[in-house]
């Protein structure tokens, strides 16, 4: 029994031997109507699994910011007959790994097990799901690591950046607040309140489950319907859409030696024909690291940060594209005007030929990368499903990328970033010098 957790570590950490486009994913149906992914693969002896609720931090009361996050932690401490301490124990005994997060639209929960010891492990999923404990004992130590973790937010300048973004940008909308919370939010979470978000959100309506490893159709038929017959049937509702934020421009006063500078705007919703061109263009963009125009302008040839990027994100009723970038007080004002006029010149002229060549070849060889084992696979999957796409995508996808013309990557450059239509907010006081409005200009001399 000692060796099983270094067992499942290891087979955790092994490479699956195939392709993506070798990966087959099909729907399994079952009675219950949860909709379910498989990835079958024998070769391994270990199964990974990922659930995902509508429960994400959308959904958190106004005055209770952090209520989504706090359920997720509780998630592995007790359930059913078994308290914290032997609810562990009993996953330790049989090396079963079951974890959660939430994020703004979804709770997801995740599970590893070697393949012997799958009873057991839907079992104590299932415990998990339907009879959560949430013990006083267990709320408190979890409280006061969600109130440590978001002090230590408050000292970084990346996380207050960030967070008075979506702040700004989304204003009323239950996007707005942070899927951590706030001090305050958390310190007033009851246990009430945890039950009830619980009782009400996981349920069955529009539950996502998506599988990978050691087991066929029929045994994971059995597990799901194991898992959902006693999950409520409720329903619960979707999340609006929000609208597309005005241009602005904040600085959050803060005595920081290298501010943070978060900055973006409306991009195309997931399953929009727009999206696959500008994920292109993005990465010729600012997705690409060190092979990135901003990358090159900003960093190699200014020396003005250490590292710039821009990526896609994309929930259930926004997507945006947005980007982060950090320099010394007296250099972000300068950092931001070269990435403004970047993202200019992109919109104006385009992409190259060798740009997309070289993003086709980064973005689909490098996409096996991310299905080399059960766990990656359960985990990409279940963002599959939850963005909407149907099991066939793993398959498709590298064709798709192949597919993108220059025409479409410069109209999509030129559709969507535009840096008049920019938010942007500074986590620290850029020195009054770095305001000088020729700054801008003498940075640009190429």
């Known amino acids: ?28 149906q079952s009675p219950s109507g949860v909709e379910t992914w498989l990835s079958e693969e024998h070769s391994v002896p270990m199964i990974a699994v990922n659930i995902a609720f509508p429960a994400g931090s959308a959904y958190d009361p106004a005055d209770k910011p952090g209520l989504a996050t706090f359920v997720s932690s509780l998630m592995d401490e007790g359930a059913g007959d078994l308290t914290s301490e032997a609810f562990k124990q009993a996953l ?22 070697l393949e012997e010891n799958a009873d057991e492990a839907f079992r104590l999923l299932g415990l998990v799901l339907t009879r959560p404990r949430f013990e006083s004992e267990a709320v408190e130590r979890m409280r006061v690591a ?39 939010g958390v310190q007033s979470i009851t246990i009430d309140d945890i039950k009830r978000f619980a009782a009400d959100h996981m349920v069955r309506d529009r539950v996502k489950m998506s599988v990978a490893g050691d087991i066929t159709d029929a045994e994971l038929r059995r597990y799901v319907q194991q898992l959902s017959t006693a999950v409520p049937t409720r329903t619960v509702a979707a999340v609006p859409r929000a609208a597309d934020a005005r241009p602005s421009s904040n600085t959050i006063p803060r005595n920081e030696p290298a501010p943070v500078a978060v900055f973006g705007f409306a991009g195309p919703m997931r399953l929009d024909a727009d999206f696959i061109p500008t994920f292109v263009a993005n990465y010729i963009l600012g997705g690409g690291g060190f092979s990135s125009r901003l990358m090159d302008e900003v960093r190699d040839k200014r020396g003005l940060t250490y590292g710039i990027s821009t990526y896609i994100a994309d929930y259930k009723s926004s997507a945006l594209i947005m980007g982060s970038v950090q320099s010394d007080k007296s250099r972000i004002t300068t950092a931001l005007d070269v ?32 299905l080399d084992s059960n766990v990656k696979i359960a985990r990409t999957l279940n963002a599959y499903q939850r963005q909407g796409l149907t099991p066939d995508y793993v398959e498709k996808r590298n064709g798709l990328i192949q597919a993108v013309t220059l025409q479409q990557v410069n109209a999509m450059a030129k559709k969507w970033y535009d840096p008049s239509k920019l938010v942007v907010v500074i986590a620290g006081t850029p020195d009054a010098a770095a305001a000088q409005p020729n700054n801008a200009k003498q940075s640009n001399a190429k």
């Open 92 to 113: 330790e005994a049989r090396a079963i790994r079951i974890g959660a997060s939430a994020d703004r639209d979804y709770l997801t929960i995740s599970m590893t097990t």
């Open 339 to 370: 990435t403004k006029s970047e993202l200019a010149r992109f919109a104006r002229d385009g992409a190259t030929a060798q740009e997309l060549a070289d993003a086709k070849t980064y973005l689909t060889g490098s996409y096996p990368l991310g």
């Open 146 to 184: 969600l109130l440590s973790s978001l002090k230590q937010e408050d000292e970084q300048p990346s996380s207050v950046a960030s967070k008075s973004w979506f702040a700004t940008y989304f204003g009323t909308h239950p996007y707005a607040h942070s899927d951590s919370g706030t001090t305050s």
């Open 1 to 28: 029994m000692k060796i099983r957790p270094v067992l499942l570590a290891l087979l955790i950490s092994v490479a699956i031997p195939t392709a993506a486009n070798a990966i087959t994913v099909r729907a399994v």
